[in-house]
């Protein structure tokens, strides 16, 4: 089963509304065919920036009114990517197949000044640079959060 897909269908479960502890989401993913450990979904939890209030555990969104959590950048690095190497001013990450866009978006929202633009295909994404210097330090960039 894909990381990413249990933690999608984590927060489609807490978009539906408040869940009151860990056994009764457990319980959701299950009737879903996600069987997973407590540990396993205190991890995912944490990762995904989900808070406990009073009312049960809740996207940070519902709390306070900010875009819904999604996996940390390190997070899909690790997962996703299989090789990071330089082509003059680009970058080309190569991912799992069927990955390559949502690591491409999760790049795009760092802002990096080194990266002008980037395209995605299934596995693989080509991130511009304005010279080669620039895709060499965006290059380091993405392997210190994939050694991270």
């Not at 959590?69 to 082509?87: C, M």
């Not at 994404?125 to 010279?131: L, R």
């Amino acid at each position: 089963m894909d990381n990413l897909y249990r933690r999608n269908l984590i927060l489609d479960l807490l978009r539906a509304g408040a869940v009151a502890t860990q056994g009764d989401l457990r319980s959701k993913l299950a009737r879903r065919g996600i069987h997973v450990t407590q540990a396993t979904l205190s991890r995912d939890l944490e990762e995904l920036g989900v808070v406990k209030t009073r009312d049960g555990y809740r996207l940070a969104a519902a709390v306070s009114s900010v875009l819904p959590p999604q996996p940390a950048l390190s997070v899909l690095l690790k997962e996703f990517v299989r090789e990071v190497r330089q082509a003059s001013n680009l970058v080309v990450v190569k991912t799992n197949p069927g990955n390559a866009h949502s690591v491409a978006v999760s790049l795009d929202a760092e802002r990096w000044p080194e990266a002008i633009g980037s395209i995605a295909g299934d596995d693989t994404i080509f991130i511009a640079t304005p010279d080669a210097h620039g895709a060499a330090r965006l290059r380091k960039k993405i392997l210190e959060l994939l050694a991270g």
